[in-house]
């Protein structure tokens, strides 16, 4: 049985939580709609459903802020992804993300990489933002169980969506719109749906430097099969370089199974090459 306490029950909890703060505080300046879609892993299904049947008007809605995955945040640290996508999200995150106690490693990438149900409103020119607490070692696994929620975090989260809530239906009052950003014309096209591709790895969140450092690896999977160790940091992934989880997640996703790349790794200070064949990471 595989309960999902973080992916994604705990994405869940932290909407369901939203809804009692915002019912129990002063009306915000803007409407807020809630809202929980299945089938995200094949492919957004629900939330592709709601956006080709909206329950109004596509093009009043000012933002998306999405959450999956916001239950392992214990450590304070937070990835936001697609903070490219207008122009108001990185000085807004940067203050809320100070008050909420958390630290951001924010990517500004206008494709909202992820794969997660940010891009079906990215994909329709609606900026979004994809809250994320990091892979782990029971990512899909029996393992992912409530006994490993970590409540602490994911209320720290919600405070932080709380206060996005809160700056960006003023801004939206007081502008009318927020502008959505393209993303940059040379950048790869993230492949539409879910986590599509498995590479096979468990980073480690406590490393803070350049690159991305693997905690270990699935085992039987791509990483394990090309030789990948605990240790190895990923400095460039193809021909994506590497700079920390936004670019592993915008890599992994701007690519498709049986895609053979080439990854570039530290192993004892000496940088190696390794071959590695993508595999699917869908339901048959």
């Known amino acids: 049985i595989h309960n999902g306490a973080d992916d994604n029950a ?14 129990a505080s002063p009306r915000p300046a803007c409407d807020v709609v809630l809202a929980l879609w299945s089938g995200e892993e094949l492919g957004l299904l629900g939330s592709e459903h709601w956006a080709r049947n909206p329950s109004f008007a596509l093009d009043t809605v000012a933002a998306n802020l999405n959450l999956d995955m916001v239950g392992r945040g214990e450590s304070g640290q937070l990835a936001v992804l697609g903070a490219g996508s207008a122009a108001e999200f990185s000085t807004l995150l940067a203050a809320a993300g100070a008050r909420a106690g958390l630290a951001l490693e924010i990517s500004l990438s206008g494709q909202g990489v992820g794969g997660s149900d940010h891009q079906t409103f990215l994909k329709r020119e609606i900026p979004a933002l994809h809250f994320f607490t990091g892979l782990h070692a029971d990512y899909h696994r029996p393992s992912d169980d409530s006994e490993r929620f970590e409540a602490t975090g994911a209320a720290r989260v919600a405070a932080l969506v709380l206060d996005l809530v809160q700056e960006l239906g003023e801004d939206f009052e007081a502008a009318g719109v927020l502008a959505f950003v393209p993303p940059a014309k ?21 490393y803070d430097g350049p690159g991305l450092r693997l905690d270990g690896t699935s085992p039987g999977g791509p990483a394990e099969k090309a030789g990948l160790l605990r240790g190895d940091v990923i400095v460039a992934f193809g021909a994506i370089e590497i700079g920390g989880m936004g670019d592993y997640m915008y890599a992994l996703n701007a690519h498709k199974p049986g895609d053979v790349i080439n990854v570039r790794f530290l192993r004892d200070g000496a940088e190696e090459t390794a071959q590695v064949t993508l595999e699917s990471n869908q339901v048959e």
């Open 186 to 206: 040379d950048a790869p096209s993230a492949t539409p749906g879910g986590f599509r591709t498995r590479f096979g790895s468990i980073p480690d969140y406590a």
């Open 10 to 23: 705990s994405g869940t909890a932290v909407v369901l939580e939203l809804a009692r703060c915002l019912a």
